[in-house]
């Protein structure tokens, strides 16, 4: 009981169980048969339960959790950047895996890390799951709310990085105020690597070692940390 696989599946699992009907009670047999039931992989938890007939006869029921195994996945996104395809990849879920609530939670965290990532600091995930229980499947329908994209906030810089903070404004041209994207940060660290390297600084060392969220400007600060390095002629 617990199971509502077709004919055709209960058979094979009935075939499975080792204890014949009209037979002297045998216990290892029906260990055997549990273990080949959840070999099968379709069972979370199995147990038997023995009744005691007026005949005194012993009915067993076996009762079952049947395993839930991932469906069908969509996002439905109304972004370009990132794409419903990337938000997917993001959430590790694979088609036909063992369905665990927990997986399915911390996909949401991951998938908005990469729409934090593009500047989505106030998206929102709903999550919609359909049950097949014929097939085992969960299909998972998550639907992405972005919220308004974040702002560059402050920019500050550490390190020697021979410039000031305006003045790296101006040369990656990574303005306060402009949205927040992972294509405009990348672009700012090559403008940046561009103007040491023209520099003849061929060692400089360029990275943004923090990043601070403001929830209730929804801007998004950074923090430069550059070493120029020598001048290589």
């Given at each position: 009981?617990g199971t509502?696989?077709?004919t055709t599946?209960m058979r094979?699992l009935r075939?499975?169980?080792?204890?014949?009907?009209?037979?002297p009670?045998?216990?290892p047999?029906i260990?055997?048969s549990?273990?080949?039931?959840y070999?099968?992989?379709?069972f979370a938890?199995l147990?038997?339960?023995?009744?005691r007939?007026?005949?005194?006869?012993?009915?067993?029921?076996?009762?079952a959790?049947?395993?839930?195994?991932?469906g069908a996945?969509?996002?439905e996104?109304?972004?370009?950047?990132p794409?419903s395809?990337?938000?997917?990849?993001?959430?590790?879920l694979?088609?036909?895996?063992l369905?665990?609530q927990?997986k399915?939670d911390?996909?949401?965290?991951l998938?908005k890390?990469?729409?934090?990532e593009?500047?989505?600091?106030?998206?929102?995930?709903g999550?919609q799951?359909?049950v097949?229980?014929?097939?085992?499947?969960?299909?998972?329908a998550f639907?992405?709310d972005?919220?308004?994209?974040a702002?560059?906030g402050?920019i500050?810089?550490?390190g020697d990085?021979?410039?000031?903070?305006?003045?790296?404004?101006?040369?990656?041209?990574?303005?306060?105020g402009?949205t927040?994207t992972?294509a405009r940060?990348?672009?700012?660290?090559q403008?940046?690597?561009k103007?040491?390297?023209k520099?003849?600084?061929l060692?400089?060392q360029?990275?943004?070692i923090?990043?601070?969220?403001h929830?209730?400007?929804?801007?998004?600060?950074?923090?430069f940390k550059?070493?120029q390095?020598?001048?290589v002629?």
């Open positions: 009981s509502t696989a077709d599946v094979h075939e499975l169980v080792e204890q014949n009907p009209n037979q009670l045998d216990r047999k260990g055997d549990l273990r080949a039931l070999a099968t992989g379709r938890n147990q038997v339960e023995a009744e007939t007026p005949q005194n006869q012993v009915t067993l029921v076996f009762v959790k049947e395993n839930l195994f991932v996945l969509t996002a996104d109304p972004l370009k950047r794409a395809n990337q938000l997917l990849d993001a959430s590790r694979q088609l036909g895996e369905f665990r927990e399915v911390r996909a949401v965290q998938m890390t990469v729409l934090e593009n500047g989505y600091y106030q998206a929102q995930i999550v799951q359909s097949h229980a014929d097939g085992q499947r969960v299909d998972i639907r992405v972005p919220g308004k994209p702002r560059i402050r500050s810089v550490t990085a021979g410039l000031s903070a305006d003045d790296l404004i101006h040369v990656a041209k990574f303005r306060p402009k927040v992972s940060v990348t672009k700012a660290l403008r940046l690597r103007h040491y390297s520099a003849k600084r060692e400089a360029i990275s943004i923090d990043r601070t969220y929830a209730g400007s929804n801007t998004l600060d950074y923090a550059i070493e390095g020598p001048v002629k």
